[in-house]
């Protein structure tokens, strides 16, 4: 099924939402609270919010490959299936009938942190961060609409700065700047989960439109409306809505911030003038904590999905990838099916150069779950020999919020823990009658195995 909106979404999660009615303050505290409920695989919607009565925060929307399945209508084994064709086509928007965004306007507002309970996450931020906001953009030289996810840094009155590293909409920026002209942005914030996975789906510079995979995500025509101070289109059903423009060559201080690496990361960034906020009369915040278990199913998504769809279609017996969750997308683990050693010689370097997040890569047969460390690290004890099966690749670009290269020039690592040949290397294993026989005697007890 399709969610017209966040809000449909939570309606339908059930059990998978905890509903938290005891008053948290955005600084901090709904922060922790998401951080030790994520790794349950919960949403979390925090009912009474200190300062913005009657304002809601929803978070760890995504905490989970179950609930990324739900929000895309689909089972688990078939996630990355579902996410990568349906990615790879679109349906066009529509003109919304009604925008529900827009019922509350605030031109020029003087102080938007009094306006929205923006959350400050860990001890050392700068500030508070907005850490899920849907930006869109329009590049000045094509007319090509983008989206994508970038941090921003409040800075107080009606300024952000924003973090630009990648395209599309860093090569707007840079476009805009040409010119000497200012990037009109809308940051949309509580939309639907399908159309927050299609921002960050990862698409050629030809298309397809982001909000044409959104569509084809979330299996209906995204509704959208006009902006009233930019000259953009905006997500009619989201939570809120602020506008702006990114100022021509302006860099300022942005960070220290808490960022997925699980480190502080500072930069030198473009800031955002705020022309205008929009929001329903009673919205939800959406709240996105760093290095948890929402972010890994992002990145899975984003990175994973697409990276793995590459890699089945130039090598021979690439079966399943994981992103190692907790690294930023930086480590991955891969399964093949009878792939000969210089295949995955030619594997390993592929991967590193095509991914340039991806800076360390352990690559196992099919018969290992690449989502279970235990099983993975077992093929690097028994199957990998360092000096034999390692792989360095040096002089490489390193990513920008890497803290051990710190944007410059790094080195990448494979790892090959396929099987040799012969019964040595077999993996151990029960009848599977005997195990479906435990299995069953067990969920009749009221055990449930991990």
Not at 77 to 95: M, N, Q, S, T
Not at 101 to 120: C, F, I, K, N, S
Not at 384 to 390: E, I, N, V
């Amino acid at each position: 099924m399709s969610y017209r909106d966040l809000r449909a979404y939570l309606d339908d999660l059930g059990a998978d939402l905890l509903r938290v009615a005891a008053p948290l303050d955005p600084k901090f505290e709904v922060a922790a609270v998401l951080r030790e409920v994520a790794a349950q695989g919960r949403s979390v919607l925090f009912e009474n919010v200190p300062g913005h009565p009657g304002i809601r925060i929803a978070g760890n929307l995504l905490a989970s490959r179950s609930l990324a399945a739900k929000a895309l209508g689909t089972s688990e084994d078939k996630l990355f299936e579902v996410y990568a064709e349906r990615g790879a086509r679109g349906i066009a928007p529509v003109v919304a009938g009604e925008v529900p965004v827009q019922e509350v306007v605030h031109r020029e507002p003087t102080d938007v942190g009094a306006l929205l309970p923006l959350l400050t996450h860990h001890a050392e931020d700068a500030a508070p961060f907005l850490t899920c906001g849907m930006v869109l953009a329009r590049d000045p030289a094509s007319g090509m609409r983008g989206m994508g996810v970038h941090r921003m840094m409040y800075k107080g009155g009606r300024r952000f700065g924003i973090l630009l590293a990648n395209p599309p909409l860093s090569l707007f920026l840079a476009n805009a700047e040409r010119d000497g002209e200012a990037l009109e942005v809308a940051i949309a914030l509580g939309v639907d989960p399908a159309m927050l996975l299609a921002s960050i789906v990862k698409t050629g510079p030809l298309g397809p439109d982001k909000m044409e995979v959104a569509g084809s995500l979330r299996g209906a025509p995204v509704e959208l409306a006009r902006a009233l101070s930019v000259d953009l289109d905006i997500p009619a059903r989201a939570e809120v809505i602020i506008e702006g423009r990114v100022l021509p060559g302006v860099r300022e201080a942005e960070g220290p911030f808490g960022e997925n690496t699980g480190a502080y990361f500072c930069n030198q960034s473009p800031v955002i003038e705020v022309s205008a906020v929009t929001h329903r009369r009673d919205f939800i915040f959406p709240a996105l904590v760093p290095w948890t278990a929402d972010v890994d199913t992002l990145l899975q998504l984003a990175g994973g999905a697409e990276l793995l769809r590459q890699l089945q279609a130039q090598v021979r017996g690439v079966a399943d990838l994981e992103l190692v969750p907790g690294t930023s997308s930086f480590a991955a683990v891969i399964a093949v099916r009878d792939c000969p050693r210089h295949e995955v010689r030619r594997l390993i370097h592929l991967a590193l150069n095509l991914d340039r997040r991806l800076k360390v890569l352990t690559v196992v047969d099919d018969d290992v779950d690449p989502r279970n460390p235990r099983e993975v690290a077992w093929a690097m004890s028994t199957r990998f020999q360092p000096a034999r099966d390692t792989i360095i690749v040096e002089d490489c670009e390193g990513y920008i919020i890497d803290p051990s290269s710190a944007g410059g020039s790094g080195s990448k690592m494979g790892f090959d823990a396929t099987r040799g040949s012969g019964k040595a290397f077999d993996k151990i294993s029960l009848p599977p009658a005997a195990v479906a026989r435990a299995r069953a005697v067990l969920a009749e007890l009221g055990c449930v195995s991990g």
